[in-house]
């Protein structure tokens, strides 16, 4: 109000003016001296204006068509920035300010922006397929478990959150599978998201699959081998490997259960017929 | 300067009948205060925009229910949005009337403004514990956690900010002789309001584009959209 304090000794009719009624017009649109305000006309019609905004943005998404859809994004969001910006040039008297502080502010805002499309250009869009970005970044090691046994392997980084790594399911299967079984598991299944199984499936959350086939029969007692690898896929906290050897020091049974029950919903009776027959055949 | 003092310095008497905001002189114009407040709400730009994207980020990334279209509900939060934005109308008059001097309005206006504002608190209440009731709490999924930390820290601003009003309110009605200033009003309005556009946002985001996100999959328009905004540009 008193920031200019010449303003107020040269010029007191237009600032009393400014004070009494600055006009809704100029108000609004005009160039208005600093530290002039409204009063109950001009935020009247402001409040009445930005409750018809909320009013048509909720218009919008009625028709159910055009709930979610891509098309009402770019309205919304102009009218939410329309919004935005009355209350803060109005109510929040930025307008009439010195211009300092709509560079601090507009700063701030800015930053937040960026700070905002980064993170999500980081991690929501360069990002064409999760399984793509990390075979992209995969590193290759050696790893010596005895004396003359060696072992080679590839660690292949999980980037995102186990569910979100889901790779897209291949149409028609892939090629290279050998038979519908193997294809579920690196494709629409995601087994190898997790697990390995050497030349087929690189993943590194779960225990290997290595010669399934064959060790599944001695894991439980009175379980046929075919009997335990349909339950560990339908029911895998029933008996989890790694806990009773202790193999596995990075198990995580919640992890897995939540992992497995977003996948096994999508799968046939069929689909699942396939993944044990493809598991028994690992020897 | 113990001369200056004593031939420029006015009478203890005089300097006291001024209020302590027209005597501040800096080197910007700008009261102190009130410059710290908009710089704190740039920086709040800052910590709002790094949770929106995170919440931007983990969309349609949940795998297990409930997701945003079994849970949201629009219209109720179009209303809750409205009362906040009303609140800040009410806020507006309330500095008003505290540059005009006015005590009676300002209190009045004030009170009015922290109704609306509790009841928008309210209404965020009411929804939190519907998701509870309905399974969704904090740690359900990607949705619930973004969601509760994004729209719990706006909760706890307007929270502090109604503790804020509240005692201008008491301040105000106890006290007629000139306090609270009309700049105290004007920063805790500053504050009032800039929750109020960060719910714009979040209101826009969340409900209108985003509360409609079922299963897995959602968020795919988005995408669209976005590979139809970048398609223009290759």
């Given amino acids: 109000m008193s920031s200019n304090p010449g303003h107020e000794g040269a010029l007191p009719h237009e600032e009393h003016d400014a004070h009494a009624d600055a006009g809704v017009g100029r108000f609004f649109f005009g160039r208005v001296p600093e530290g002039v305000h409204g009063g109950l006309k001009q935020y009247g019609i402001l409040a009445i204006f930005l409750g018809i905004i909320t009013l048509v943005e909720f218009l919008i998404i009625v028709p159910e068509g055009l709930q979610g859809s891509a098309v009402v994004i770019a309205p919304l969001v102009i009218l939410s920035v329309i919004k935005f910006f009355c209350v803060v040039a109005f109510f929040m008297h930025l307008k009439f300010e010195h211009e300092l502080l709509w560079q601090i502010f507009v700063a701030g805002l800015v930053l937040g922006l960026v700070v905002a499309v980064s993170l999500v250009l980081l991690f929501g869009v360069f990002r064409p397929t999760p399984r793509a970005f990390s075979e992209d970044r995969q590193i290759h090691f050696e790893h010596h478990v005895e004396e003359g046994h060696h072992v080679e392997a590839l660690v292949v980084p999980t980037p ?80 989890a490997a790694g806990t009773a050897d202790g193999l596995d020091q990075d198990y995580d049974g919640n992890l897995m259960l939540s992992t497995m029950a977003g996948i096994l919903p999508a799968l046939s009776d069929e ?13 | 300067m113990a001369h200056v003092d004593t031939t420029h310095a006015p009478p203890e008497h005089e300097a006291a009948a ?48 409930p997701y ?52 928008f608190i309210g209404f965020q209440v009411y929804e939190f514990n519907l998701f509870r009731v309905e399974g969704l709490r904090y740690e359900t999924n990607l949705f619930s956690s973004t969601f509760f930390t994004l729209t719990g820290f706006h909760g706890a601003h307007v929270t502090l900010g109604l503790f804020w009003l509240v005692c201008l309110t008491i301040i105000a009605a106890r006290n007629p002789a000139g306090r609270p200033s009309g700049l105290d009003v004007d920063i805790a309005g500053l504050y009032w309001h800039f929750v109020d556009i960060v719910w714009i946002v979040i209101f826009t985001l969340l409900y209108l584009i985003g509360g409609f996100d079922a299963g897995p999959d959602a968020g795919h328009a988005a995408m669209q959209g976005w590979q139809w905004i970048t398609g223009i540009f290759t």
């Fill in chain 2, 18 to 65: 001024h209020p302590p905001a027209h005597e501040e002189e800096t080197t910007t114009g700008i009261n102190h205060r009130k410059l710290l407040m908009w710089v704190f709400l740039g920086s709040d730009c800052l910590f709002f925009g790094s949770l929106i994207a995170t919440y931007m980020v983990y969309r349609g990334q949940s795998i297990v229910g």
């Fill in chain 2, 68 to 119: 945003p279209a079994d849970i949201i509900d629009v219209p109720i939060t179009t209303v809750s949005t409205f009362v906040l934005l009303m609140s800040s109308f009410a806020m507006v008059m309330a500095v008003a009337a505290a540059r005009n001097g006015n005590q009676k309005r300002l209190v009045q206006w004030l009170v009015f403004t922290i109704i609306l504002g509790a009841g």
């Fill in chain 1, 160 to 239: 995102c959150p186990v569910g979100a790594c889901l790779p897209p399911a291949p149409a028609g299967g892939s090629g290279a599978a050998s038979s519908p079984g193997e294809a579920l598991f690196v494709g629409a299944a995601a087994c190898s998201s997790c697990h390995t199984i050497s030349g087929v499936a690189q993943g590194v959350l779960g225990p290997s699959l290595d010669g399934i086939g064959s060790a599944s029969a001695n894991r439980i007692p009175g379980y046929s081998a075919e009997d335990y690898i349909r339950e560990s896929i339908l029911e895998p906290d029933v008996y």
């Fill in chain 1, 271 to 283: 689909d699942i017929d396939a993944l044990v027959e493809y598991l028994l055949s690992l020897q």
